[in-house]
């Protein structure tokens, strides 16, 4: 089983601030099969991110990823009032089980 | 619209079982792959089961391994996870969730999410 390790696990910033969110892999990833979620309080998670990079449908590209093998990253860009929200990174592809990172928060500084 | 719609979660003795349902609308259901995914209160996610467009491949995650069945009927749109044996630890809102690209041999991430049922393990 893959672990995601996430971190920070919470991230406090202001509006405006670039938020840096970091998924560390326990064993490389293959073909980059790493996706990011928003989930706001009481609601589903959001794809924002798979492939390691690509944005889904309607995502602002004030997120952005990167990253391989067993580092990756989410980037926002400049942090809106929406963008306070927890973080999921998920790992998925060609064998069972897929999991998640634990959640980063980024929360209002 | 495309939409998911879960049922069936509620409160349940230990040992106990509960039937959970997801109604899927919006999208040619048959063929996207769909996973029951759990999070337990203040905690993170966790996946649980997926199962292919056709239901020939069907995988668990080991924490619920022969307790656990998901099925679907495509002809009514529904994705079911049976839960049996249940224990405090299965407590958690659970979320059907559709894949993002069909047919390409991979298991993709969640595009689609239902807003989730709750199920509480107590006694």
């Known amino acids: 089983e893959i672990v995601l390790t996430q971190s920070p696990g919470t991230l406090s910033l202001s509006p405006g601030d670039r938020a840096t969110l970091s998924c560390r892999a326990s064993q490389s990833i293959s073909s980059n099969y790493l996706a990011w979620y928003q989930q706001k309080r009481g609601q589903p998670p959001r794809l924002l991110i798979y492939g390691a990079s690509t944005r889904a449908t309607g995502i602002p590209d004030r997120f952005s990823g990167s990253g391989s093998g067993t580092d990756f990253t989410l980037h926002i860009s400049s942090l809106e009032p929406g963008d306070f929200a927890l973080y999921h990174c998920h790992q998925y592809g060609r064998s069972p089980p897929w999991t998640f990172g634990q959640g980063t928060t980024v929360e209002i500084k | 619209e495309v939409q998911l719609l879960e049922s069936g979660g509620g409160l349940v003795q230990p040992g106990g079982s509960l039937r959970l349902s997801c109604a899927a609308s919006g999208f040619t259901f048959n063929i996207y792959a769909m996973s029951w995914v759990r999070q337990a209160p203040g905690k993170g996610l966790e996946w649980v089961s997926g199962?292919?467009?056709?239901?020939?491949?069907?995988y668990y995650a080991d924490s619920v391994k022969g307790r656990f069945r998901i099925s679907r009927d495509n002809s009514k749109k529904m994705l079911y996870l049976q839960m049996n044996s249940l224990r405090a630890e299965d407590t958690a809102l659970y979320y059907c969730?559709?894949?993002?690209?069909?047919?390409?041999?991979?298991?993709?991430?969640?595009?689609?999410w239902g807003q989730g049922t709750m199920v509480t393990v107590s006694s």
């Open positions: 199962i292919v467009g056709d239901g020939s491949t069907i």
């Open positions: 969730a559709k894949d993002l690209i069909s047919g390409n041999g991979v298991w993709e991430p969640y595009d689609i």
